[in-house]
């Protein structure tokens, strides 16, 4: 029976720049984590070493635990296994995002990317917005906002929790970075492409204009076509705010998430209504009795 100090191991899950997820137990509660455990890849290709590599974990772990949020995963502890290499340990969460709308660009399959109902939408764009608010107030930027970092507390009707510290720009102290951005671009700023340092708030903006996007359409926008243009079927409010969330001049944004929850607001609680059904009555024909059949 494998072991990561005293978790006992499920499975592995995924393997991110510097560490991997896996899945155990913990044997004293008896409930399900998820430990991330340092695991660089190394070689001559790698941006940054080893040591560097390091810091940048452990900056991530306590931004974590520096929290406590409805909408952001927690850290339980941070601890070193027994060949030396450090992890922590966070609640297990039933899923992520990418299971409610599938993968971005598969078109066929039970990954199939696919568009979420408005409400439900909406209700997890105030979710996130709500996390990344508790962030930008402390001066913080993420940086890597995406379906694959949204987890879900459960497989139906799950809440939020905002994941992967591993790029968050701190206020102040921050690990090194290398000169090019390592993430994907797809609901990246920019900006943060061409300079990933120097990106505040409304960075973590755009990835929530280009999300809503993701989520009402079920494709991506074209990023060279500039601010993102929603379906005109939406509420103008929703159109306007994602047009302005995607604008390629940051000061067109608004200016931190707390500002795009707020905009999500206004939009109309019509829009959000469920179809009235109108019930038509069913007449039922009218039956002739011969009058031969009455007079028996």
Same mark, same amino acid.
């Given at each position: 029976?494998?072991?990561?100090?005293?978790?006992?191991?499920?499975?592995?899950?995924?393997?991110?720049?510097?560490?991997?997820?896996?899945?155990?137990?913990?044997?004293?509660?008896?409930?399900?984590?998820? &430990?991330?455990?340092?695991?660089?890849?190394?070689?001559?290709?790698?941006?940054?070493?080893?040591?560097?590599?390091?810091?940048?974990?452990?900056?991530?772990?306590?931004?974590?635990?520096?929290?406590?949020?409805?909408?952001?995963?927690?850290?339980?502890?941070?601890?070193?296994?027994?060949?030396?290499?450090?992890?922590?340990?966070?609640?297990?969460?039933?899923?992520?995002?990418?299971?409610?709308?599938?993968?971005?660009?598969?078109?066929?399959?039970?990954?199939?990317?696919?568009? &979420?109902?408005?409400?439900?939408?909406?209700?997890?764009?105030?979710?996130?917005?709500?996390?990344?608010?508790?962030?930008?107030?402390?001066?913080?930027?993420?940086?890597?906002?995406?379906?694959?970092?949204? &987890?879900?507390?459960?497989?139906?009707?799950?809440?939020?929790?905002?994941?992967?510290?591993?790029?968050?720009?701190?206020?102040?102290?921050?690990?090194?970075?290398?000169?090019?951005?390592?993430?994907?671009?797809?609901?990246?700023?920019?900006?943060?492409?061409?300079?990933?340092?120097?990106?505040?708030?409304?960075?973590?903006?755009?990835?929530?204009?280009?999300?809503?996007?993701?989520?009402?359409?079920?494709?991506?926008?074209?990023?060279?076509?500039?601010?993102?243009?929603?379906?005109?079927?939406?509420?103008?409010?929703?159109?306007?705010?994602?047009?302005?969330?995607?604008?390629?001049?940051?000061? *067109?944004?608004?200016?931190?998430?707390?500002?795009?929850?707020?905009?999500?607001?206004?939009?109309?609680?019509?829009?959000?209504?469920?179809?009235?059904?109108?019930?038509?009555? *069913?007449?039922?024909?009218?039956? *002739?009795?011969?009058?031969?059949?009455?007079?028996?």
């Amino acid at each position: 029976m494998e072991r990561i100090g005293k978790y006992v191991v499920h499975k592995s899950a995924l393997t991110t720049g510097y560490a991997k997820i896996v899945f155990c137990r913990d044997p004293d509660l008896q409930v399900p984590v998820a &430990l991330k455990v340092f695991a660089p890849k190394g070689g001559d290709d790698d941006p940054l070493s080893a040591p560097q590599w390091l810091a940048r974990f452990q900056a991530e772990a306590r931004a974590l635990a520096a929290f406590d949020h409805p909408h952001l995963i927690g850290v339980k502890t941070m601890e070193t296994g027994s060949d030396g290499r450090p992890f922590f340990v966070m609640p297990y969460m039933a899923a992520h995002l990418p299971f409610e709308i599938g993968k971005d660009g598969i078109v066929e399959g039970d990954d199939k990317a696919r568009r &979420l109902p408005l409400a439900r939408a909406l209700s997890l764009l105030k979710q996130l917005s709500s996390g990344l608010m508790a962030l930008h107030r402390r001066g913080m930027v993420h940086r890597a906002v995406k379906p694959s970092n949204l &987890l879900l507390t459960a497989r139906e009707n799950g809440q939020i929790k905002l994941a992967d510290f591993s790029m968050v720009k701190l206020a102040e102290r921050n690990p090194p970075l290398p000169d090019h951005w390592l993430g994907g671009t797809e609901y990246c700023a920019p900006e943060q492409r061409e300079n990933a340092t120097a990106v505040d708030a409304r960075a973590d903006v755009y990835s929530l204009g280009v999300l809503t996007y993701r989520l009402l359409t079920g494709t991506l926008p074209d990023p060279a076509a500039g601010a993102v243009e929603l379906p005109a079927k939406h509420a103008a409010a929703l159109v306007a705010l994602v047009a302005q969330a995607t604008d390629p001049d940051p000061a *067109v944004r608004p200016a931190h998430a707390g500002a795009f929850m707020q905009a999500l607001g206004q939009v109309p609680a019509e829009a959000l209504a469920k179809p009235k059904v109108q019930v038509v009555p *069913v007449r039922r024909p009218m039956v *002739v009795v011969p009058k031969k059949a009455v007079a028996q």
